[in-house]
T-cell receptor
Framework: GAGVSQSPRYKVTKRGQDVALRCDPI?????LYWYRQALGQGPEFLTY????????KSGLPNDRFSAERPEGSISTLTIQRTEQRDSAMYRC???????????FGPGTRLTVT | KQEVTQIPAALSVPEGENLVLNCSFT??????LQWFRQDPGKGLTSLLL?????REQTSGRLNASLDKSSGRSTLYIAASQPGDSATYLC???????????FGTGTRLKVLA
């Protein structure tokens, strides 16, 4: 079946604007993760969902970042009042269950100008 | 707090060599550890997931081992090929959470 998809693949926005990044997990996967990856680094955990419940948001950098997964499937990561330091690759992963193998989407490259 | 370290940061080997990539973690109370491959400018591809109850996991020319007591995992690649050139990342969860901590990776180059 289809893998994890993310949209948009590339997003350029002006400082101060809000952006919404979408993740569509593999069908049937109850666990969903958001990560941020800087060049030359491993992914950095942002938040974790089990079904629609956001069970861990300890990695969200500040209150400008939020995420939701209202129906336990598609998830949206929203960044309000974007800043240049928010520029990064944002990656989403899903797994069948909480301790399962994670499958990553292609990522969204966010550039804040 | 879980910390994950990968050594070496970069490795260059001739084609055909067997090689070992290392991953160390500080919090040994993990329920699993996962290895990924990342090609330049691309996404992450899952290679192997080792559960805490397992000591080894194999997929083709890849073999991953897990020693929780010493806080180490190794990824063994047999008969390396130029197509194996990529960055290899390991990830382990922080105790009591589903928060996965990634290492910074080992950048592998296999020379033809």
């Amino acid at each position: 079946g289809a893998g994890v998809s993310q949209s948009p693949r590339y997003k350029v926005t002006k400082r101060g604007q809000d952006v919404a990044l979408r993740c569509d997990p593999i069908s049937g996967h109850v666990s969903l993760y958001w990560y941020r990856q800087a060049l030359g680094q491993g992914p950095e955990f942002l938040t974790y969902f089990n079904y629609e419940a956001q069970q861990d948001k300890s990695g969200l950098p500040n209150d400008r970042f939020s995420a939701e997964r209202p129906e336990g499937s598609i998830s949206t990561l929203t960044i309000q009042r974007t800043e240049q330091r928010d520029s990064a690759m944002y990656r989403c992963a899903s797994s069948l269950g909480p301790q399962g193998e994670q499958y990553f989407g292609p990522g969204t490259r966010l550039t804040v100008t | 707090k879980q910390e994950v370290t990968q050594i070496p940061a970069a490795l260059s080997v001739p084609e055909g060599e067997n090689l070992v990539l290392n991953c160390s973690f500080t919090d040994s109370a993990i329920y699993n550890l996962q290895w990924f491959r990342q090609d330049p400018g691309k996404g992450l591809t899952s290679l192997l997931l080792i559960q805490s109850s397992q000591r080894e996991q194999t997929s083709g020319r890849l073999n991953a081992s897990l020693d929780k007591s010493s806080g180490r995992s190794t990824l063994y690649i047999a008969a390396s090929q130029p197509g194996d050139s990529a960055t290899y990342l390991c990830a382990a969860p922080q105790w009591g959470t589903y928060k996965y901590i990634f290492g910074t990776g080992t950048r592998l180059k296999v020379l033809a």
